[in-house]
Each structure stands twice: as structure tokens, then as C-alpha cells.
């Protein structure tokens, strides 16, 4: 294929059983000018035979099979789904376990009016979902930090330079449920992951047990049990891997992220606050309903049915 001048980044991880379906909802609402990169983090399950099947069908689709490391972190897998990107602009956060409304061409739509108008290189950040140039992606990060913050770091870092636009919409993917295999490793396996960089993050073990019994209707017992007896090796793993900084607790951050929200909000408010319009003209009826609601407003599931 020609190269692409969109990449989405996709890291997979054992999701054999949810990424045929989550993969073809995104892939079948593309043209030629995307190609969807997967970066497969060494699975055990039948994830490579079913994105080889994928490959088939989609030629817009391509693949990296990584031999499993259990110390890379998701945020490393995503900078490689990155640096592996043909195209001049990635769209990140799309993932194997998520069903997407046909509306990523209008979400790109939008994202290139307010680089337009704002006549700059932007993070835009919307619901799932955030869009910029590779290279400028590369050039400021994109990931640093693991399990916890690998995300909110990355907007921190682009909200000191004033390139982090957070855009309010209705959201127009869901996650698909989770098998009996997959839920107990996010809650065992990734709960690890978690507590180390929390430890790594400043916080010390009295914050933890006050969190644990702040907290105490939303786990259960045994899972409370687990992180008081995991804390030991998730303590060793913290000093070997270094500090990080807990977002949740930078001041800066705070009013970095309270500040933008305040300057942004849905696409039509980003134009009027900046003493423009936006041209809605670009988008369907349906893009139209869904960039001009706001996510606490409205579902996709309320979408008007005339349009």
C-alpha cells in the first residue's frame, strides 16, 4: 500500500478473543490514506493467527510481533506502535477491547480544523481518543511511565507547552466484556503493576492502607488482602525502576488541566472562545450531533434516529 498519511496505534496483549471484532469496527470505517499498526506484546493466546486472518482482509492493517518481556510496560509498547507508524499523524488510544461508532474519519475532521485554526502542532485529546503529528509526538515524549500515569504524563508534559487540547464529545466507542481469564489479570496481575508505580509515585505505605480502607465497598476482602501481601516485591520493583511524579498530586498539573478544559470544551466552543466559528458544514449529521454534545450530556445510544 502507498503510505498512509494516518496511523492508529494499537498495542494487543493476549485480546484474541475481543480483537477481531474490536479491529474490524475500526478498520472498516477507514479509507486508503489510514493504516491501523498493532504491535502485539508477545501473546500466548491465538491473537496472531487472528491478525493474520485480519491482514487477509485488511491491507491497511499491519502488525509487530514482539517476543514477551514482562518488564516492558504498556507505555513502552505504545511508543513503539509510534515510532512503527507510517503515517504524518498517529491516533492513540484506540485498543483491542473497544467497538468504535463509524466516526473516527469525523473525529480527524475536527482534529485538522482546530490545527488550522490554532496554526500549531496540538495534542488534541478527545473521549478514548487523542491525535497529533508523529513527529511531534516523538520529539516530546509520547510515553514515559507505565500502568498508571503513562497517559496523563503525556498531557502534563504537553499541557506545559501549551499544545494539550482536551475536546468534549459524546463518546462513540464501548468496551467489550472481558473474559474470566483477562478480568483476573487486570485485577491481580495489573494491580501490581499499579502499586508499584504508586510507590514509585511518592506515595508510602500509610497512604496505601488508608486508601485500602478508604476504599474498602469497592474491592473485596481477598483482593485487599492481596495488595497488603504483593506490597514487599511491588516495593522492590518501585526502587529498581526509579521515582516518577503522581500527577494526581502536582499542583501544576491541576491547574494546567482545570485551565484547558476551561479554554476548550466541545469543538464549536473551542472556535467561539478564540473569536471564530467552526464549520460544521464538514461533517455528517451524525458527526455534527456528536461534536456538538458534550459526553455528560448525552450517549450515542440517545442519538437522534432521523439524522
Known amino acids: 500500500m502507498d503510505k498512509p498519511l494516518y496511523s492508529i496505534c494499537v498495542p494487543n496483549l493476549n485480546m484474541g478473543n475481543t480483537l477481531v471484532e474490536a479491529l474490524t469496527s475500526v478498520l472498516s470505517q477507514l479509507d486508503s490514506s489510514f493504516e491501523v499498526v498493532v504491535i502485539d506484546d508477545g501473546s500466548t493466546d491465538d491473537s496472531l493467527e487472528k491478525l493474520e486472518g485480519l491482514k487477509e482482509i485488511f491491507p491497511n492493517l499491519r502488525t509487530k510481533y514482539l517476543d514477551r518481556n514482562p518488564s516492558r510496560t504498556l507505555a513502552e509498547t505504545r511508543n513503539i ?18 467497538i468504535w461508532e463509524p466516526y473516527i474519519l469525523e473525529f480527524v475532521k475536527v482534529f485538522h480544523s482546530i490545527e488550522k485554526l490554532l496554526n500549531e502542532n496540538v495534542l488534541l485529546c478527545g473521549h478514548q481518543v487523542n491525535m497529533g503529528k508523529r513527529e511531534f509526538l516523538l520529539e516530546h515524549g509520547p510515553y514515559k511511565y507505565g500502568h498508571m500515569v503513562e497517559d496523563r504524563d503525556m498531557w502534563y508534559r504537553f499541557g506545559l507547552l501549551g499544545k494539550y487540547i482536551p475536546i468534549d464529545h459524546v463518546v462513540f466507542r464501548h468496551r467489550m466484556p472481558l473474559s474470566r481469564k483477562q478480568r483476573l489479570q487486570k485485577k491481580y496481575l495489573l494491580t501490581g503493576k499499579i502499586l508499584s508505580d504508586e510507590i514509585r509515585a511518592g506515595n508510602r505505605f500509610g497512604f496505601y492502607l488508608t486508601n485500602l480502607w478508604r476504599d474498602y465497598m469497592k474491592h473485596s476482602l481477598e483482593l485487599r488482602i492481596y495488595k497488603v501481601l504483593i506490597y514487599p516485591v511491588c516495593l522492590v520493583r518501585a526502587k529498581r525502576l526509579g521515582p516518577i511524579k503522581n ?4 499542583t501544576d498539573w491541576n491547574e494546567i488541566k482545570s485551565r ?32 456538538s454534545h458534550k ?13
Request: charged letters at 25%; aromatic letters at 8%; glycine letters at 8%.
Open 81 to 98: 506502535s509510534v515510532k512503527e507508524a507510517r503515517g504524518e499523524y498517529c491516533l492513540l488510544h484506540i485498543d483491542c477491547d473497544d
Open 260 to 291: 484547558a478544559r476551561e479554554q476548550n470544551g466541545t469543538v464549536f466552543e473551542i472556535f467561539s472562545k478564540r473569536g471564530s466559528s467552526f464549520d460544521s458544514s464538514i461533517l455528517s449529521p451524525q458527526g455534527k450531533w456528536i461534536f
Open 247 to 250: 500527577m494526581d498530586q502536582l
Open 295 to 307: 459526553a455528560a450530556e448525552a450517549s450515542i445510544s440517545r442519538m437522534p434516529s432521523g439524522l
